[in-house]
């Protein structure tokens, strides 16, 4: 009897163990919150803008970082 595919578990998922499926680049941070490039790398220089880290030579965002700042931001903004 042959087990089906989807029967198996993904090892993949056993590998990110918890991990985004991707991490955010600096354009993608640019898009989202609309502003140029080079803001974003401002704010990392700054140490103002979501928190990054370096995987080689890129810079890459945890999703659920910059989820975290940005609320933190709403919040900061709400409270002024």
């Known amino acids: 009897m ?4 989807s029967a198996q578990p993904d ?3 056993t590998l990110r163990g918890g991990l985004p ?3 955010l680049t600096p354009d993608d941070i640019a898009e989202m ?3 140029p490039k080079e803001t974003v790398y401002q704010w990392r220089k700054k140490r103002t803008g979501p928190p990054g880290f370096r ?3 890129h810079i890459r965002y ?3 970082d910059v989820q975290s700042w940005k ?4 919040a900061a ?3 002024a």
Not at 2 to 5: A, D, H, I, L, N
Not at 71 to 74: D, K, N, S, T, Y
């Open 71 to 74: 609320q933190e931001r709403m």
């Open 62 to 64: 945890d999703p659920a």
């Open 55 to 57: 995987v080689g030579k």
């Open 33 to 35: 919150f609309e502003v």
């Open 77 to 79: 903004d709400a409270a």
């Open 21 to 23: 499926d991707r991490y």
């Open 2 to 5: 042959s087990r089906t595919r």
């Open 11 to 13: 090892p993949r998922a």
